[in-house]
């Protein structure tokens, strides 16, 4: 069900899902103000996009023994550089301007990936994890889930350098309009 909420509603839980465990040995930074965005998504749905994103981070952390570092981020679009705030050919934001979104940051330290395996992240049934790990469907869905709000994910990420997943969405809190 898709209502408008603020995003940082959905940062207290999600780290508590993932739960102590999973999250065992990983130095999280997590940075969130509240009641400072609305966006129009369904909660749970968003949820489940960041689990994923968190798991997948995890996952690519495992075999970095120098220290695991995961940044769990809500910004605005405003603080991310020009040359990663790139609308996608295709999506209609309406004349929308880079303060009119919001940021989901997911980073991590972990094995990053090369300029082929980022091609084809967001492709269903995508996956190099060992035969029966993982579905592939993670950020397939996520793509599903946040451009139907409106929005995109970036990612930005090199071979051994970790990666960092953006996920932009509009931010909807404006004065209302009488007509
Ligand atoms: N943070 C990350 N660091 C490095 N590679 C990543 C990261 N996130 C995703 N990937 C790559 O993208 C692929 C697809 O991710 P996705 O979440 O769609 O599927 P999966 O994690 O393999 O399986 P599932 O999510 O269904 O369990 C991964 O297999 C991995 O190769
Ligand atoms: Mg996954």
């Given amino acids: 069900m898709e209502t408008d909420f603020d995003p940082a509603k959905l940062f207290k839980g999600t780290l508590d899902l993932i739960g102590p465990?999973?999250?065992?040995?990983?130095?999280?930074?997590c940075v969130y103000a509240e009641n400072n965005f609305m966006i129009h998504c369904d909660q749970l749905q968003l949820q489940q996009v960041l689990i994923n994103m968190i798991i997948n981070a995890i996952y690519a952390m495992e075999r970095n023994e120098a220290g695991k570092k995961l940044g769990f981020y809500l910004i605005s679009a405003a603080q991310v550089p020009d040359d990663l705030f790139v609308i996608p050919a295709g999506l209609n934001v309406r004349g929308k301007a880079k303060g009119d979104f919001c940021c989901i940051v997911v980073k991590d330290n972990g094995s990053g990936m090369d300029q082929e395996t980022q091609a084809k992240i967001f492709e269903p049934f995508f996956t190099t994890?060992?035969?029966?790990?993982?579905?592939?469907?993670g950020l397939s869905m996520a793509y599903g889930i946040v451009t139907n709000c409106g929005g995109w994910i970036a990612v930005e990420s090199s071979?051994?350098?970790?990666?960092t997943f953006r996920l932009f969405?509009?931010?909807?809190?404006?004065?209302?309009?009488n007509s």
Wanted: glycine content about 18%; charged content about 35%; cysteine-free.
């Fill in 21 to 29: 465990k999973k999250l065992s040995g990983v130095e999280v930074d």
């Fill in 129 to 137: 994890k060992p035969q029966g790990e993982g579905s592939g469907m």
């Fill in 169 to 177: 969405l509009p931010d909807i809190k404006k004065p209302k309009q």
């Fill in 159 to 163: 071979p051994g350098k970790g990666s």
